[in-house]
């Protein structure tokens, strides 16, 4: 009889939880960055990659990966993210029938994972856009700006207080670079482990303008080697958003469900996907 020929490649979770095992791999191998780890910048360039999302023309967001292209590539916010793209290109390489979108939030969730973190449930769907579909600047968030702009910014993308609250306790993660955003230091003592220090220091520290001849900053009193954005402390000063900074800062469970809820959210923003909630994959962490 006639013989079938090869229908194009659908990729089980098997595949998907492989491709998680060759990032994991390469973070464990590519120690010689930053504070010894690629997963912060990972899972920046996730989060930058899906906050561009805009609810009401539906725009943005994860689906497109189109921070490949200039002009987005070059957004100020943007800045430094190239080197989380360049680790990823031999894993897709590796991997040729995974999109770029897919990938990049697939790798956001392998480095919370990898770091020690909650698990962050991921489905594929997302396909990749040209040029055109790039995101007008701006619609990340400005560090240097209060809680009325975090309220904008992340209310653009459909979040509410405590879920605003939640995400940033990814601060707990990586550092900030003065070749990158100006503003220099990470924000707890562990920058390659995920907890809730960032919340715990928030509260327990005190938190002093740094004189310096960068932009406006925070830095801790008890060893000056710490730092806190505007946008950090506007965590503190607002009553809303300072509840959940306390609860989080008590409660490291409650911090890593409700962080896992919203970041699987953000992956997911704008994605016109056909599978369900249900169909999300559980990956397994390395050992
Ligand atoms: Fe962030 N972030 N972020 N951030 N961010 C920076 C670095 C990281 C803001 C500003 C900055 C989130 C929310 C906000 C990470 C994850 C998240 C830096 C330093 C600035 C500035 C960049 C540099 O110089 O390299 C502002 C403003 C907000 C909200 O108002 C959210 C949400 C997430 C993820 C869920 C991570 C991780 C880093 C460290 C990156 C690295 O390279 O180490």
Redesign the pocket.
Known sequence: GESTPAGPFVPTKEDYQKVYDAIAHRLANETDY?DGSYG??L??LA?HAS?TYDKVTGTGGSNGATMRFAPESDHGAN??LK?ARDFLEPIKAQFPWITYSDLWTLAGAAAIQELGGPVIPWRPGRQDKDVAACTPDGRL???S?NQD??RT??GRMGFDDREMVA??G??A??????D????EGPWDFS?TVFTNDYFKLLVDEKWNQRKWNGPAQFTDKTTSTLMM?P?DIALIKDKVFRKHVDRYAKDQDAFFKEFSDV?VK?LELGVPFESKPEDRIVFKASE
């Open positions: 930053d912060p910048v899972v920046r989060w906050g800045a430094g080197h968030p400005d560090a700006k702009h975090i910014i992340f995400l940033s990814a601060h993660l990586g550092r900030a670079h003065t990158r955003s100006g503003y920058p954005l946008t970041y953000l």
